[in-house]
């Protein structure tokens, strides 16, 4: 898979309905919403590859409704992919995912 050397943008709806719960009064974006759009970032540059799978993840820093979020991809070992998640130059996250390649 070709990766981009240049960041690519995600897209998290500032009316996201996520954000109605988590949290009431200082919303945040869940970590499970920015896996979600790093994994579809992944599945659009390498379309019917098969599933990715988290190896690990750490948030460092909380992204709130409406902020710009970037994700940077790096090549692992075999088939895992490592990134790292910005927010105005700003580390939100980083970790790696494995591709468990689909069955011919």
Do not use: Q
């Amino acid at each position: 898979m070709r990766l981009p050397p240049e960041p690519v943008p995600l897209s998290i709806a500032a009316d996201h309905p996520a954000f109605a719960g988590h949290f009431p009064g200082v919303p945040i974006v869940p970590g499970v919403v920015l896996l979600d759009r790093v994994i579809l970032a992944l599945e659009a540059l390498a379309p019917g590859e098969g599933r990715w799978h988290l190896a690990n993840v750490k948030f460092v820093s909380p992204v709130g409704p409406g902020e710009p979020v970037e994700a940077r991809f790096t090549p692992g070992a075999g088939e895992a992919i490592a990134f790292r998640l910005e927010s105005a130059g700003r580390h939100v996250a980083s970790g790696s995912l494995n591709l468990r390649r689909a069955a011919p």
